[in-house]
């Protein structure tokens, strides 16, 4: 069966929605409960895997490493989830990374700019205009989380199947737009697709695992085989090889494990200068 | 009952849609026309007026205003026909010439570039980098119109109530949302929301006949009560103020008309 993808320009409104559609379809919800799984499968603290989602990176801190392999854990937590089917997935960045899963519904909700203002204000004893000004600075900082850990804008319709604004559309007929959407044929899971949210689980799962010894590698799996990219200093490969290897084929799931090497080049220079 | 705005790409099936839609709803379905229209009525070439709606303004329209006077009269030629209701219009800017009017459904219809190259490639007959280059010179060419005349990037989902992205959906299903959403109390034509239409098509009109004289004016209207704002120019309000019977003889359903300079202009304005 189906899964289907929110995001939201504001999480209360998303995760709102979300459990809605999750209860009309009776689906399963997976939103942010999961991280206390993966903090405690890896080692980190939930706390930074939450803040790993939420802060916009600093103008120094863009490609923090911590936030890096946050994520990756994030990413193999969540695939693991939507490999049960008959979900409905919210908050955990899900839109920038299953892609290319015909069986995935990606929905978009815009939030009442207005009315979320207003609440806000309400709130928080502030004025309308300064209100706005804030929510517009929370939402140029998620479009830079997005670019900057997933090298994409999380407000560009095309990354969805579907936006809906609730200006004028209330949360229930968004509900019921959502749940006869996902009836349609096309969103129904096929071997092929079911195929294709295992690799990208697999790839996950063991780049998961080799964010410690190796945070650059880039992975892939087609199949239960595993293709690595890494860079490695000439005289490092063949021990670089191997010990991914290693690791990689412990892996449940991974059959056959690949690796490429591309010389390190700014290492070979640093190394041929010294 | 209710008007509907299809904002579409080049090759996004957004012109299928729009017909379909009318045809199962049972509405008008405009897009020329508002050209033959405004052409018609204001007694412009109509080549000039789809040079002036379709090309960004250059810096030279900027300063003379001279691209707005042409949008003035297609928003008042398109207000005027959507203001019968039951429409359904897929054309220029719908959603940003019609604001304000809670009876308008605004989607947009998206497409993968790559399907849209493919289907320009077969239409014209011409290489995959020619395609590619007419349609990403086409898409920045509608970004920088909306961006100069209203501030508003035409890829901001927040300017619509849905974006459908056809590749993912069959045509049926894009009628399916849009004819549902028609159906939705919130989009139902009453009496209030008429006459927010009826008060932007007379806004419309003043704004289209004052553009003879100046289109650097903003205009709104309540009831038929009308009023003209020229920002800081006291020569154009002296003007205006000398020559407005004149210039809005023939525009019915006016009961006042007042023109105001440097006063803040109301976000409704047109």
Redesign the interface.
Known sequence: MPVIIISSDAYRTGREIAESAAAVLEYRFVGREILGTAAEKYGISEAQLLQALDRSPSFLRRSSKLRKRCMAYIQEITLCELLKDEVVCQGLAAHLYVLGVSHVLRVRILSDAERESGQSAAQRGTSLGTVKKLLDREKTAQRRWSMDAFSSDETDPSHYDLVISLSQIDSNEAVKIIRETVGYPRFKPMTYSINCMKDLALSSRVRAVLWEKFPGARVRADRGTVIIETAALKRDKEKRVKAIKEMAGEIPGVDYVEVHVTNHLFRQAGGALR | MAIITISRGSYSKGKEVAEKTAQRLGYRCLSRDVILEASGSYHIPEIKLVKAIHDAPSVLDRLSGGKRAYIAYYQSALARLVQKDNIVYHGLAGHLLLKGV?HVIKV?I?A?LADRVRQEMQQEGVSEQDARSLILKDDEERRKWTLSLYGADP????L??????IQ??TVS?AI??VC??AG?E??RTTRESQQKMDDLALAGQVKAALAMLSADVAVTSEYGNVLVFVGSDDRLARKLRDKIKTLIAGIEGINNIEVHSRTAVPPDAI
């Open positions: 809670p947009r998206i993968d890829w901001d989902s927040a619509y109530d849905f974006v459908i992205h993912r959906f299903n399916d949302f549902e959403a939705l919130q989009f």
